[in-house]
Every structure is written in structure tokens, then in C-alpha cells.
Antibody, heavy 118, light 108 residues
């Protein structure tokens, strides 16, 4: 069955970097676009970034553009989110999600918590 | 880009029907998807493409979309339906993915 397992979260100081990973299994990773979606404590869902199935294009929310980089390793079926210049407002649970038909998310990981604080 | 507006909260007694709305300009021209998020859990897709249910989602959960309003309906509400519900569309301008602010469904 489809599984998405995030890792790499933790507490980090403002201005520092963190790299999140999402290990995918149970499906052909290279045929799906993938996303990162985050949720600040007590808040709603916020889309963060998208990478197309072939890795040819990436898209970012304005709130993270220029600071975050989404990438994928097809040999290891892993999705990444490199987060630089972190801010307090980036504190959230980060979910990876599989995209079906560039339309909706049919599978989500369990999430990994990132806390940006001094 | 699209802006999707949801009421913050809806309350309903067990056995009744809950209706959760998602308002957006001409949302009827887009495919709307709905997610259920129970406390401490990841979101779960419950309705896609306005009206379709993924396997395993009960028939009590249904969707509709017309004009400026999409609606998620849950009939014969049970305690397990208590959760936050989010609508979502794919947008061709601005950010490709837009979520509504979410609605907390409380079962009285």
C-alpha cells in the first residue's frame, strides 16, 4: 500500500537550515507529482511547494520562495524540502502529499514538526 | 489566485445532516476536493472532483458544487465525524493549490 513517511523535523534557531525527507513506497514514485503542505499550530493547511513527476519544474508559495527548495531522488524514492533562512512563521507540521492528476492529494504522510525558535 | 472562504465552525446533533460550505468566485467552474482532519492526524481525502468518494469513505459523505458555493454534506452524523474539514482547488493562476480556511465540525 501507499506509504509516505516524513522525517527530519526538529527545533532550529531562526536563520538556520533544515532538510526534510519523505520516503515513498507502494507506488511508482516517478509517475506522480509531489507536494509539501504545512500546518502551523492551531491553524489551517497551507500549500508550500510542488515538484512535477519528472522533476522538470518546481513551484513555491510566495511565503517560502527563495528560501525553500523542493527536490526528489528517484533512485531512492524520496522527496526533500531544503529549508533555509528559517523564521518563526515557518513553525508548523510539514506533510508530504501525493498529487493525483495535478488536481488533489490522495495520500498524505503523518507529518514532521518543525519548530523555529531561539 | 482563488480565495476560498469557509465558516469557522458548524455544530450538529448526532443523526442530523451537517453541511459545510466553501465559497469562492465562480468555484462551480473548478473541481473542488474535501479533506477531513481529525485531531492529531494527517488530512484524509473524503471527496474529490466535487462529488466522488475515494474507496472506504462512507456514502453518508457527499459533495456538490455550483455557482459560487461548494458544499460538503454529511448525513446521519456520528461522533467520529467530528473533525476539521478543508476544501481545496487547483488554480491555474497564482499558487497552484488553494485551501479554504477550514471548518470545525462539532457533534453535539
Amino acid at each position: 500500500q501507499v506509504q509516505l513517511v516524513e522525517s527530519g523535523g526538529g527545533m532550529v534557531q531562526p536563520g538556520r537550515s533544515l532538510r526534510l525527507s519523505c520516503a515513498a513506497s507502494g507506488f511508482t514514485f516517478t509517475t506522480y507529482s509531489m507536494h509539501w503542505v504545512r500546518q502551523a499550530p492551531g491553524k489551517g493547511l497551507e500549500w508550500v511547494a510542488l515538484i512535477l513527476s519528472d522533476g522538470s519544474s518546481e513551484y513555491y508559495a510566495d511565503s517560502v520562495k527563495g528560501r525553500f527548495t523542493i527536490s526528489r531522488d528517484t533512485s531512492n524514492n524520496t522527496l526533500f524540502l531544503q529549508m533555509d533562512s528559517l523564521r518563526g512563521a515557518d513553525t508548523a507540521v510539514y506533510y508530504c502529499a501525493r498529487d493525483l492528476h495535478n488536481n488533489f492529494f490522495d495520500h498524505w504522510g503523518q507529518g514532521t514538526l518543525v519548530i523555529v525558535s531561539s | 489566485s482563488s480565495v476560498l472562504t469557509q465558516s469557522p465552525s458548524v455544530s450538529v446533533a448526532p443523526g442530523q445532516t451537517a453541511r459545510i460550505t466553501c465559497v469562492g468566485q465562480n468555484i462551480g467552474s473548478k473541481n473542488v476536493h474535501w479533506y477531513q482532519q481529525r485531531p492529531g492526524q494527517a488530512p484524509l481525502l473524503v471527496i474529490y472532483d466535487d462529488v466522488d468518494r475515494p474507496s472506504g469513505i462512507p456514502e453518508r459523505i457527499s459533495g456538490s458544487n455550483s455557482g459560487n458555493t461548494a458544499t460538503l454534506s454529511i448525513s446521519r452524523v456520528e461522533a467520529e465525524d467530528e473533525a476539521d474539514y478543508y476544501c481545496q482547488v487547483w488554480d491555474s493562476s497564482g499558487d497552484p493549490v488553494v485551501f479554504g480556511g477550514g471548518t470545525k465540525l462539532t457533534v453535539l
